[in-house]
């Protein structure tokens, strides 16, 4: 099944186009990051005008890419939510009007369904191994996902394909949000997370030790508010002693910060994986593109004797928001129930969404 995605939900406009959830024709961002960089932050009025000049070169360039025309395409999905209204607007109503116009299925997508489907991209066939040979492309349930970004932060469980079972969440702040708070205060710039692991290459992640808040809890639950004022209080004492930061400090904090949330995020999943027995674990969202964290599952999953496959993206750009992620949840979603979308033209872009409702 050929399906022509669109994500618009924050402040990337993306469209792409996926064959059966797996292989990817093409996948086109236009991102705003340089625009967000000169205000630390996604303006939302700023974000939705860019998609309104954006969304429909971008469309053109996916179909293009992909080499295929309107004809071919059997369905169009779509991010309902959830995200700026805003923004998800723009990509909302250029879905619902192509796939009226063509007289084609509309899928609506939950964001964080997308971010999860990011790790079937790419794997096409039956015959994709691992770096120790094993094959990799059959699907092995039940499945424990860490999904993270600056909007979430979740630990998710999958018995089979399109349903989705919430184990915990954060209680505050996502890690991506921290990251991007820490950044900020450490003059590092937007977005936070490539720019805190960069410096924290350079950096002593034993320098500073910040508290790894909920890490005994017994839930599966998180919580980065306590760390973000305990960086926030060392940044501070740090200015009124020294009068600036240095080099050194940034790189320090950065990777005594970063190995503090990999720490905690990485327990809590093989917590997870280990009470639902779970054959594969999963690495989603933006934050997955933390090399610190990668590591550190697959160090924990050897250390614990765990047999769970460890997955994650292995390219990057399918970590953050792309449209190609949409197009693969959808065609799980579409697929198991079709009936589920006889009537989407009548629901509309939401702002708030929940993945798990029964
Ligand atoms: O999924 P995404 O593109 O957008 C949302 O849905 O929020 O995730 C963006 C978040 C940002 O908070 C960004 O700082 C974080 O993912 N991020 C990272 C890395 N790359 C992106 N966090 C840690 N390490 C990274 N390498
Ligand atoms: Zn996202």
Redesign the pocket.
């Known amino acids: 099944m050929l399906i022509l995605s669109i994500e618009t939900?924050?402040d990337?406009t993306a469209c792409a186009v996926v064959r059966d959830g797996r292989e990817v024709l093409s996948s086109v961002v236009a991102s705003q990051i340089d625009i967000h960089a000169a205000t630390g932050g996604v303006v939302p009025e700023v974000a939705a005008r860019e998609h309104v000049l954006k969304i429909v070169p971008v469309i053109e360039e996916a179909l293009a890419k992909a080499g295929v025309n309107w004809d071919q395409i059997e369905a169009i999905a779509v991010t309902r939510g959830p995200?700026l209204l805003s923004s998800l607007i723009i990509g909302y109503t250029a879905a619902a009007t192509l796939a009226k116009v063509m007289g084609k299925p509309l899928i609506p997508v939950h964001?964080v369904a997308g971010?999860i489907y990011a790790n079937w991209l790419d794997r096409v066939g039956e015959d994709v191994t691992d770096s120790a040979g094993k094959n990799i492309a059959k699907d092995d349930f039940p499945i424990v996902i860490l999904t993270?970004?600056?909007?979430?932060n979740e630990l998710v469980l999958m018995r089979k394909h399109a349903e989705f079972e919430l184990l915990g969440e954060t209680q505050d702040d996502?890690?991506?949000?921290a990251?991007?708070k820490i950044?900020r205060l450490l003059g590092l710039g937007y977005?936070?997370?490539?720019?805190?692991?960069k410096a924290a290459f350079k950096g002593n992640a034993e320098a500073f030790d910040f508290p790894r808040a909920m890490m005994k809890s017994g839930n599966l639950d998180f919580s980065f508010s306590g760390l973000k004022t305990a960086v926030l209080r060392v940044i501070e004492e740090e200015h009124t002693a020294k009068g600036q930061l240095s080099e050194k400090f940034i790189a320090d904090v950065a990777a005594s910060f970063?190995e503090a949330?990999v720490d905690v995020l990485s327990e809590k999943l093989l917590q997870a994986a280990r009470e639902y027995q779970a054959k594969e674990v999963h690495l989603a969202?933006?934050?997955s593109?933390?090399?610190?964290?990668r590591e550190m599952v697959e160090q924990k999953i050897k250390k614990y004797k765990m047999e769970a496959k460890l997955h994650y993206c292995k390219n990057?750009h399918y970590?953050?928001?792309n449209a190609a992620m949409i197009g693969g949840a959808a065609y799980y979603l579409y697929s198991s129930n079709p009936a589920a979308f006889a009537n989407s033209e009548s629901l509309l872009p939401s702002p708030q969404l929940d993945l798990y409702q029964k």
């Open positions: 939900s924050c990337e995200g964001h971010h993270v970004s600056g909007g979430h996502a890690a991506g949000e990251f991007d950044a977005p936070g997370g490539p720019a805190i692991s970063q949330v969202g933006g934050v593109a933390n090399l610190r964290l990057l970590c953050t928001d």
